[in-house]
């Protein structure tokens, strides 16, 4: 028994993929996140998934298998808390990108929700810790579940519970009864409400009746700032306003996903099939499924012209101040839908997009890291703590060569993952990436 376990082992290990139930990291330079600040040269012990101990000039116990963290940084690893991931390949691509923490937004059947998700957790498939959204409408005409009525509203909760769903998305056209019932139940239930702006109701009130999370910034453009002109319909809303939407958010404790780079890639691509074709031949593209490939290709914004540039450099002003103000932040890379935001690759840009926008690495690193863990922790009961490297938290870290605080695009080549406490090197990472973009090749 004992030798058939040293063989699987040793087989897990050479793999790169392992978990052992105590493994060390030592003289590494650990950069928590809890707030700014690095504790240089520590060991950090990790047992059973979980983070054991921060130690300086600690010794892990004799035979514990240990990862050289010599002139290394270790952080906890990203999270990507908008996207619409589904297959076992694009779970590759989060994990490779260093994603230890994925949302899936809309479009996890429950067989996702449920098997998959379960699968992962528990480490039996390589990818991040999952968690999902189930989006319900007041019509079909984006595809999410249709609930018509309060009791429909009311029933969903239960049901999205009982597959596994962490989260409820209210989607653009549900009516006003259906939501405040929705808002209701989830709360009797202990379920979270995420999502859109609900034309019917308005951010101000979804906050109110306790909409933990806003889907994406421009949802402030549809529900919150005034209605442009009619003969200007894509002008931005006048900066002195971006207060009283920061005031909003912050009297709610709502937490808002920033989305800066699938904004700015929509915008890139209305009117233009050639920005999509480049989307398409770009190096991160051979890692797409065929599915989203043909996807990208048809997709409706490059049908129509509409110049979002003002709202867009609005929207970067906007989640600054947003940062500034202390508005916990959120980082989600949207992919693979929209054209342009390829799963792992995208939560990059954003990360990008936000220092271009002037936020400080560490506002930047703390809304892919420390504040998904606090929402999380806020929303979904039981759940285990992430986003800090500290004692009692998961086991999800990221090894980097450079302090992500002074070059935060150390964190685009990681040294290796570790998620619930099972590591992948930077061989088996590769490696990873390779066998997705051989399954999805073009013949
Ligand atoms: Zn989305």
Request: hydrophobic share 50%.
């Amino acid at each position: 028994m004992l030798r058939a376990f040293l063989t699987l082992w040793l087989l897990v290990a050479c793999a790169g993929f392992a978990r052992a139930e105590t493994i060390a990291f030592t003289d590494v330079n650990v950069v928590p996140m809890d707030r700014e600040r690095v504790i240089p040269r520590a060991t950090v012990i990790v047992t059973d998934g979980m983070i054991a101990s921060i130690g300086i000039k600690a010794k892990p116990p004799a035979g514990t298998p240990v990862i050289d963290g010599k002139g290394a940084w270790l952080v906890p690893g990203l999270a990507d808390m908008h996207n619409h991931v589904t297959s076992r390949d694009d779970l590759s691509l989060l994990l490779a990108n260093g994603v230890t923490t994925m949302l899936n937004m809309g479009e996890a059947t429950n067989s996702f929700a449920g098997r998959t998700r379960i699968a992962v957790n528990e480490g039996k498939v390589p990818g991040p810790q999952i968690f999902t959204a189930l989006a319900v409408d007041g019509d079909p005409q984006y595809g999410h579940l249709v609930i018509r009525t309060p009791e429909d509203a009311r029933a969903v909760v239960g049901i999205a519970k009982a597959n596994g769903y962490s989260f409820i998305k209210a989607y653009t056209n549900l009516s006003a009864e259906a939501f405040a019932a929705l808002a209701d139940e989830a709360k009797v239930q202990g379920i979270g409400v995420v999502g859109h702006n609900v034309k019917a109701v308005g951010l101000a009130e979804q906050l109110a009746a306790g909409q933990a999370m806003v889907a994406h910034v421009e949802e402030f453009f549809y529900g919150f700032f005034p209605e442009p002109p009619a003969d200007d319909q894509q002008a931005p809303p006048d900066d002195a306003r971006i207060a009283d939407a920061i005031a909003l958010v912050k009297a709610h404790g709502a937490f808002v996903t920033s989305d800066l780079f699938t904004y700015r890639t929509i915008a890139a691509q209305f009117g233009k099939p050639e920005v999509v074709k480049a989307y398409l031949a770009a190096p991160e593209a051979r890692y797409l499924s065929p599915a989203d490939r043909i996807d990208w290709a048809r997709s409706g914004y490059q049908k129509k012209a509409v110049d979002l540039s003002r709202r867009v450099a609005f929207e970067a002003r906007f989640v600054k101040a947003m940062a500034d103000a202390g508005v916990p932040l959120i980082t989600g890379g949207d992919a693979p839908t929209i054209p342009g935001l390829v799963p792992g690759f995208s939560l990059h840009s954003e990360i990008e997009a936000m220092l271009a926008a002037g936020l400080t690495p560490w506002q930047a690193l703390s809304a892919a890291t420390r504040a998904p863990g606090e929402f999380i922790a806020k929303t979904v009961p039981g759940a285990a703590k992430f986003g800090v490297v500290t004692p009692g938290y998961r086991a999800d870290l990221l090894l980097v060569a450079d302090n992500p605080l002074d070059q935060p695009a150390t964190l685009l080549t990681p040294l290796g993952v570790m998620v619930g406490g099972r590591w992948h090197d930077a061989a088996n990472l590769q490696a990873m990436l390779n066998e997705v973009a051989e399954r999805r090749a073009v013949p």
